[in-house]
Nanobody, 119 residues
Framework: QVQLVESGGGLVQAGGSLRLSCAAS????????MGWFRQAPGKEREFVAG????????DYADSVKGRFTISRDSAENSVYLQMDSLKPEDTAVYYC????????????WGQGTQVTVYA
C-alpha cells in the first residue's frame, strides 16, 4: 500500500523559507512522477511542482517559478519542496502526490501539511 507522509509545514514571515518533505513508501517509485499541490481556503487545489523520479525532470506553476525548488532523494525515498521568498498568497495546505505514468491523474496523496505565511 502506497503511503505518502508530508512534514515541514509551519508559520513563517513573508520573505522567509520553508522546506517540505514527503516520505514515500509501499512501492518502487522509479517510474513515477511526484508532485506537490496546494489548496488555499475557498480555492481549488492547484499544481505547484512536479518531478520525474527517474531523470529528475521538473516543472513548476508560473506562480512559484524561481522561488520554489522540487527535488528527490532516491536513497531516502523522499521528495522535497524548498520554498523561498514566501508570500502571504502561498498560504495553503500542501499535499504530496504520486502519479503512475500509465495514468493521467495523480493516484496517491498524502494527508497534507499547513503552510501559513504572514506579512
Amino acid at each position: 500500500q502506497v503511503q505518502l507522509v508530508e512534514s515541514g509545514g509551519g508559520l513563517v514571515q513573508a520573505g522567509g523559507s520553508l522546506r517540505l518533505s514527503c516520505a514515500a513508501s509501499g512501492r518502487t517509485f522509479s517510474r513515477y512522477k511526484m508532485g506537490w499541490f496546494r489548496q488555499a481556503p475557498g480555492k481549488e487545489r492547484e499544481f505547484v511542482a512536479g518531478i520525474w523520479w527517474s531523470g529528475g525532470s521538473t516543472d513548476y506553476a508560473d506562480s512559484v517559478k524561481g522561488r520554489f525548488t522540487i527535488s528527490r532523494d532516491s536513497a531516502e525515498n523522499s521528495v522535497y519542496l524548498q520554498m523561498d521568498s514566501l508570500k502571504p498568497e502561498d498560504t495553503a495546505v500542501y499535499y504530496c502526490a504520486g502519479r503512475d505514468p500509465s495514468y493521467t491523474d495523480y493516484r496517491w496523496w498524502g494527508q497534507g501539511t499547513q503552510v501559513t505565511v504572514y506579512a
